[in-house]
């Protein structure tokens, strides 16, 4: 995960929740053509440093930055898109860097939304993984990939042809956009930044469970619906028996813990009383 500080760092968590809310509901499909689209105004926007200013200028109101976002962008890129960019400029930045930073974040987030949606998201975290190994090994590879000379739609061919067959769809589209911008960064880092984002989403899907007794069919069922409606996407359930939970359950799932323990109660009963 892209890694902010100050105020970027809460308008990231921010966007990443728009995100979420975005994301609830939509197909696979629609997932990664949001995706897609969040990366097509990222070249837009990472290209031109006068552009980030202008979205991040904290002396223009947000409604004139987010029309400067329609102007660019409507006639390009779908609705959803565009309002996560609209909730994008309306938000505080440290530096005009850290929109471009946070819009690569979510679209990486997006697309392995897309995958999760479809089954997947274990799978592409592993390919992501696999391609960052390949590179590491095949200098030959690695060189025909960072070259300047050659388009990035050549690159995106050469991806396809190699690896088009044997990886999953998210995989190579995420491959695809990591040879379209680049952002002043190799190719190791590019993938390494999206390896950390495709593993924030997993984590923001995955709820760790900890209690005392095993769950019915029924309660894990209940309890994941109840944690599916809430993200917005599929949540998947990992449980732990532990002895010494004492009542109750502890849920983890991205930044959020929900502690319902007689322990947690207990404790919070008694800072209660001292306070």
Do not use: C
């Not at 499909?29 to 097509?40: C, E, P």
């Not at 202008?54 to 962008?73: E, G, I, N």
């Amino acid at each position: 995960m892209i890694v902010l500080g100050g105020s970027s760092r809460q308008s990231l968590a921010a966007l990443r929740v728009a995100l979420d809310n975005t994301l609830n509901g939509v197909s696979a499909g629609d997932a990664s053509a949001i995706s897609s689209d969040l990366f097509k105004a990222l070249v837009a926007i990472d290209s031109s440093t006068g552009l980030r200013r202008a979205l991040t200028d904290s002396s223009r109101d947000a409604a004139s930055k987010s029309d400067l976002v329609s102007d660019l962008f409507k006639k390009s890129l779908g609705s959803k898109a565009l309002s996560l960019l609209g909730n994008a400029v309306s938000l505080r930045w440290s530096a005009p860097s850290g929109i471009a930073d946070a819009i690569e974040q979510i679209a990486v987030e997006a697309e392995a939304a897309a995958a999760n949606l479809s089954d997947s998201l274990n799978l592409v975290q592993s390919e992501i993984f696999t391609f960052s190994k390949l590179l590491i090994e095949n200098p030959d590879l690695r060189t025909a990939l960072s070259d300047r000379a050659q388009s990035p739609e050549s690159k995106q061919a050469l991806l396809k042809t190699i690896f088009g067959s044997k990886f999953s769809a998210s995989t190579n589209n995420l491959l695809a956009h990591s040879v379209e911008g680049r952002r002043a960064r190799s190719i190791e880092k590019t993938i390494t930044a999206y390896s950390h984002a495709v593993t924030a989403r997993r984590n923001r899907v995955n709820a760790h469970i900890k209690s005392s007794i095993a769950l019915s069919d029924g309660q894990a069922k209940k309890l994941a619906d109840s944690l599916t409606k809430k993200i917005g996407q599929p949540v998947h359930l990992n449980i732990e028996i532990d002895p010494n939970v004492l009542g109750g359950i502890s849920i983890r799932f991205g930044d959020e813990v929900i502690d319902g323990t007689i322990a947690n109660r207990l404790a919070e009963a008694s800072r209660a009383l001292v306070s």
